[in-house]
């Protein structure tokens, strides 16, 4: 078997595995009883949820979706999405073959890929954090 089929075959079944993982074991209700809390915790999650003021609505509303959709975070998270995985999505699909016409190892070629992955993801976190701070700024 060739590395890149067992190195995708581990993230594959590592993906795999924490997809069911959240699924089962992640809490979605703040008085779960897996968080144990005591009297007085409860008390401070039920004043915090007053707090939020979120009415929960199974009804789609029109006027919301129009709000929503003239959110200018809206717009600037879209747009660097589209930039960000347009370059992620190319560099990623040709990087091997760029480095193997180089002259570069199969070895060395993986360890590339690790490196853009793991930077164009932090890129990606640090360009979303400073947008959205000063889009929230304004």
């Known amino acids: 078997m060739f590395i890149f089929k067992r190195l995708m075959l581990i993230l594959g ?8 993982f959240s699924y089962f074991f992640l809490i979605d209700n703040p008085k779960s009883s897996v968080l144990k809390l ?20 199974t009804t789609i509303k029109k006027e919301q979706i129009y709000e929503a959709l003239k959110e200018v975070r809206f717009w600037c998270f879209c747009i660097s999405c589209f930039l960000m995985n347009l ?3 190319a560099m990623s699909a040709y990087v091997s073959q760029i480095a193997l016409n180089f002259g570069f190892t199969v070895m060395i070629i993986l360890y590339i890929i690790l490196f853009l992955s ?3 993801q932090l890129t990606f976190h640090l360009y979303h954090y400073r947008v959205f701070r000063l889009a929230s700024s304004h």
Do not use: F, K, M, P
């Not at 079944?13 to 069911?20: L, N």
């Not at 005591?38 to 929960?56: C, K, M, S, Y």
């Open 13 to 20: 079944c590592a993906t795999c595995a924490t997809g069911v």
């Open 118 to 120: 793991r930077t164009s």
């Open 87 to 89: 370059q992620n999505g």
């Open 38 to 57: 005591n009297a007085e915790q409860e008390i401070l999650v039920e004043e915090r949820t007053r707090d939020n003021a979120v009415v929960r609505t």
